[in-house]
């Protein structure tokens, strides 16, 4: 009976190595070819996978290109925000590709191979009212040096450079420079990065998150506070999700996410947090089980509620960028650039009438795609 089994269990692999021996030699290169891109990747997702936690990891995770499988989405994500008192000054910046075709905004980007890889950025900003730089299909470099990003149609390029905790950024249209950061780690002990990464067998995601101080010039004017860095890599559809970065201007910060699952009248946080670091006391506060009411459409005002309602954040918008990603499915992402109204946290050892005024950035994401 053992011998009868072995014959069952090794009939796949005969055939298989005689089905090999027959192709030609161009045949044979292409299926080995086949097999090591289908292992690269695979490989690719049991780095994506581990668990990260030290600075030395950075830089490799963030100037590189994954292999990315098929659903693959790779991104960069920055945001500006001056700590200036009433100061609304912000400016984003995003960029990634997708291991296929995808439509932004109705516009096709096509997966195709070249030096780095083709893809799509938007940068947009508010200085005395929203400007739209540029939204188009780009080529993404990476080497040694940094990254960078061009258009070639609108001449716009990016570059990003340097090695954990310093870098810079220059961004510039046409020759004409916009934009010059120096990018540093913040003198307090709030945290400058974090690794974060979901899997659920092959689908799930895995990014970095950096936060640092900058200073130097926007627009030929002295512009200086704080910025939010990250690279994002999902693998598998986008889902609905509430994100939010706020800035006072005595130097803390509040966040909040909210991933979520709709379907019909049914909803489920996957996950659902915020974070407030008082800079005054050098103290993180976290809570969970967030209400995250919105209203509007021309004006969107949102409040944020947690703690049984004892703490709660009022903001309200005053620009805003929206995109509709197209391919199986619709997914539909709007950054706002928001201020806040009001803020409590009662029973807290917080005085919140020591923030200062408070400007940042809010993610609404709805639908989804693959």
């Not at 730089?133 to 990476?142: F, G, H, K």
């Not at 598998?236 to 699952?261: A, D, K, Q």
Request: proline share 2%.
């Amino acid at each position: 009976m053992a011998d009868e089994n072995k014959k069952i269990t090794d009939y796949p692999f005969d055939t298989l190595d005689k089905y090999v021996q027959i192709l030609s030699g161009i045949e044979k290169m292409y299926l080995k070819e086949k097999i090591d891109e289908i292992s690269s990747k695979y490989n690719s997702l049991i780095e994506l996978k581990k668990t990260k936690k030290s600075a030395q990891e950075i830089d490799r995770m963030f100037f590189c290109f994954e292999n990315l499988p098929p659903t693959g989405k790779e991104y960069w994500f920055m945001t500006y925000g001056a700590t200036k008192p009433e100061d609304k000054r912000q400016l984003l910046i995003m960029f990634g590709h997708t291991s296929e075709s995808i439509k932004i905004n109705h516009k096709e980007i096509i997966n195709r191979k070249c030096e780095g890889r083709n893809g799509y950025i938007t940068v947009w900003g508010y200085t005395d009212r929203k400007n739209l730089i540029l939204e188009d299909e780009c080529s993404i470099s990476i080497n040694s040096d940094g990254l960078m990003v061009s258009a070639r149609q609108n001449k716009v390029n990016v570059r990003y450079n340097g090695k954990f905790p310093d870098y810079s950024f220059i961004l510039s249209k046409r020759n004409k420079e916009i934009a010059n950061f120096k990018i540093t780690r913040a003198e307090d002990n709030s945290k400058s990065f974090e690794f974060n990464n979901y899997f659920k067998l092959f689908a799930g995601f895995a990014l970095i998150n950096l936060y640092f101080d900058f200073t130097g010039t926007l627009n030929g004017e002295n512009f200086t506070g704080k910025c939010y860095v990250q690279k994002v890599v999902v693998i598998g559809p986008f889902v609905p999700w509430y994100w939010g970065r706020i800035v006072f201007s005595n130097g803390s910060v509040l966040t909040y996410f909210e991933p979520r699952i709709e379907i019909l009248i049914f909803e489920h946080k996957i996950r659902s947090i915020l974070e407030f670091y008082d800079k005054t006391k050098d103290k993180k506060y976290i809570f969970k089980n967030l209400n995250i009411k919105k209203s509007g459409k021309k004006n969107r005002e949102w409040l944020i509620t947690a703690n049984e309602g004892k703490v709660f954040i009022s903001l309200k918008a005053y620009a805003s960028h929206k995109f509709i990603f197209e391919k199986i499915g619709m997914f539909t992402y709007i950054e706002y650039l928001c201020e806040v109204t009001d803020i409590s946290m009662e029973g807290l050892d917080i005085d919140t009438n020591n923030l200062g005024s408070g400007f940042g950035l809010i993610e609404d994401a709805t639908g989804y795609i693959l």
